[in-house]
């Protein structure tokens, strides 16, 4: 079973610019997650959703952050335009239930962002 | 949400078994445990579970005490690919705006 994959693996854009993130969750999972660490910093919470709803987005850093879940299956995050301080590392995370407690969430592997 | 704390490293050697405690003081009752484990470059990686006693697997052991207040992740004879991150984590997943809060870690660093 294929595992979440996100793309691209590693990006450097310029300040100002657009970048994109994807994220494949495992197939049947209803719940994806977007997690990033940023410069040695611990790993954060952005965002939930639930099939295409947002169910939390309290982690969101400011509105130059977009994340979208169209029709359920795979997300994107888009950053514009990108700043400095969001180099790091951007985490997608699926689970088949919302609900932590006996349950687990799956990671990506991850999207090293560089922005210079 | 519950907070943890870990220890921030760790070394041993190939073959010992290796115990990193975490404490979480303020754990809820319906939170669980659990610990990921993560490689440079990689997402994190779930290892274990528990909700309290002792939970084993294949890859570790997880030991919780009647209290809940501090769990121990047990790695039998590490090697030197257990060199990772470990974290610790309590909560409920959906349940609250935190989310998941991973703490920073306990870096682990198996020699030969």
Redesign the interface.
Known sequence: EAG?TQFPSHSVIEKGQTVTLRCDPISGHD?L?W?RRVMGK????LL?F?KESK??E??MPNNRFLAERTGGTYSTLKVQPAELEDSGVY?C?S?QY?????????????S?LTVV | LAKTTQPISMDSYEGQEVNITCSHNNIATNDYITWYQQFPSQGPRFIIQGYKTKVTNEVASLFIPADRKSSTLSLPRVSLSDTAVYYCLVGVLGGGADGLTFGKGTHLIIQP
């Open positions: 979440v719940n997650y997690y611990e790993i954060k919470f939930h639930v169910q939390d309290s982690g985490f995370a689970s919302p609900d932590f407690s006996g349950n687990t969430i799956y990671f990506g592997e991850g090293w």
